[in-house]
């Protein structure tokens, strides 16, 4: 790894303080904050955003306009979509029995698809898929694949009543 306190992108900019892997391919307009680090071999596409304080494990790929705010931590090898928001302190885990020196450890990164949304604090466990402008609620824990357009919540995360998206979040009457 090696620190690289300068900018990096012709559009984009690093503060100080990052840690990113000499092999890591970052895409014009790519904002990466203080304290983050990324491991290596990793892709980040064009005019994204890293907060502070994420970690981005070896060989993931982040696609297009994602943003990945304060605290976020992303497995090795996780494939993000386009137009991805994952909120603050979310966790995308690989490890479905994690054991200290694990002989039998079995990578198995999340995928999140193009357009969905990860609230704040949820955590998704390994090998789950969330699917096309899905959404998870802060909070939740997704244990298993989430259908495209469909909104999970809780712990474990159930998905919601389906809604027409121009009724999201407008009063009952």
């Given at each position: 790894m090696?620190?690289?306190?300068?900018?990096?992108?012709?559009?984009?900019?690093?503060?100080?303080?990052?840690v990113?892997s000499?092999?890591?391919?970052?895409g014009?307009?790519?904002?990466?904050?203080a304290?983050t680090?990324?491991?290596?071999?990793v892709?980040?596409?064009?005019?994204?955003?890293?907060?502070?304080?994420?970690?981005?494990g070896?060989?993931?790929?982040i696609?297009?306009?994602?943003?990945?705010?304060h605290?976020?931590?992303?497995?090795?090898?996780?494939?993000?979509?386009?137009?991805?928001?994952?909120?603050?302190?979310?966790?995308?885990?690989d490890?479905?029995y994690?054991?200290?020196?694990n002989?039998?450890?079995?990578?198995?990164p999340?995928?999140?698809?193009?357009?969905?949304?990860?609230?704040?604090?949820?955590?998704?466990?390994p090998?789950?898929?969330?699917?096309?402008?899905?959404?998870?609620?802060?909070?939740?824990?997704?244990?298993?694949?989430?259908?495209s357009?469909?909104?999970v919540?809780k712990v474990?995360?159930?998905?919601?009543?389906?809604?027409?998206?121009r009724?999201?979040?407008k009063?009952?009457?």
């Amino acid at each position: 790894m090696m620190r690289r306190p300068y900018m990096i992108t012709e559009h984009g900019d690093l503060v100080e303080n990052a840690v990113i892997s000499k092999d890591t391919a970052i895409g014009l307009g790519t904002r990466i904050y203080a304290y983050t680090t990324i491991e290596e071999n990793v892709t980040i596409g064009h005019h994204c955003i890293i907060g502070s304080n994420v970690f981005i494990g070896a060989g993931s790929r982040i696609d297009d306009r994602t943003r990945i705010p304060h605290g976020a931590f992303i497995c090795r090898n996780a494939k993000i979509g386009k137009r991805v928001f994952i909120g603050p302190l979310a966790i995308l885990t690989d490890d479905k029995y994690p054991r200290a020196g694990n002989k039998h450890y079995k990578a198995e990164p999340p995928t999140l698809e193009d357009g969905c949304s990860i609230g704040a604090g949820a955590i998704i466990l390994p090998g789950v898929v969330i699917g096309e402008d899905a959404m998870v609620g802060a909070g939740a824990v997704v244990t298993c694949n989430v259908a495209s357009s469909t909104t999970v919540v809780k712990v474990p995360a159930v998905p919601l009543p389906h809604l027409p998206y121009r009724q999201i979040g407008k009063a009952k009457k």
